[in-house]
């Protein structure tokens, strides 16, 4: 059997709340449309990972996710998502001294745009010693993002690389404080939105766009990443390889009504395509392709098909 797909990170459910414009600093606005939603950048990305392996067909990776909930209604609404979708959970850990991660997430219902609020809970525990029996040595390939303990993040990564296992980074969220101090040599793939992008490359508060993805592209490269995909919106994915052109991948357009998630749609479905396609822009394709339809409906895992 072939190695399967290991992601790691975090687990949050997610009150999601919809009105037309998002409130402005010191307001209070009445008469949102409430949804709530499974989420979290690791559960998402897990969930992702094992609903888009139907249009991998038999060469679709199975998914294993490693990560840590509390002992709450709130896990065990994740916990029947994930037995719905078959997805492996044996390396879940579930605590019983802290609550599941909790998310509030504003969508302005015009445009899609979101901003989101998370209180951690179990996902703080989520260290280098809480994974030590995650079989990350094991893996096909490494998906983890930075929604859990730095020193988690780190380990993880170090153990990857020291067994040969490719490693895809998904920078989300980061901040100067908060960046793990990843070497970007063991990254095989760095996949940051247009802020994220501007973190990594010491420019914080900036926002890459379409026209100045490929310097920032070539400057991850040369910051020693083995390869990067800028996420772009609705503008498609930007695929950097060292020695080749960088490539935008342009994304279908479709009528948007909630961009929560659709970052994590696409780093679960192009790793799973990595396994499972013999390159990269194929597998960047696939997860624009999956992204995409996912911001046609509402919430974070519950806009996931089954494909």
Known sequence: MASPLLVIGSVNYDLIFRHPRLPRQGETITGAELFESCGGKGANQ???AVRCRGALDEA???VLFGGAVGNDAHAAAQRRVFEQDELDTRYLLVLDDCHTGLSAVWVEAGTGDNRIMNSPGANSRLTADALAATPIEEAGLLLIQNETPADGVRSAVERAHGAGVP??????????????????????????????????LGRTGERIDAGSSADAAAEL????????????????????KPGS????IPAPQVDAVDTTGAGD?????????????????????FGVRYASDSVTRHGTQTSFARW
């Open 167 to 200: 490693v895809i980074w998904n920078p989300a969220p980061i901040d100067e404080a908060s960046d793990p101090g990843l070497d970007p040599r063991h990254i095989d793939w760095v996949t940051p939105n247009e802020v994220e992008c501007a973190v990594l």
């Open 245 to 248: 052109p960088a490539e935008l």
């Open 265 to 285: 749609a696409f780093n679960g479905a192009f790793a799973a395509a990595m396994l499972a396609t013999s390159g990269s822009h194929e597998a960047a394709a």
């Open 46 to 48: 897990a969930v992702a």
């Open 60 to 62: 679709a990776p199975s």
């Open 221 to 240: 490269l040369r910051l020693g990443y083995r390869g990067a995909i800028l996420t772009l919106g609705p503008a498609g994915v930007l695929v950097a």
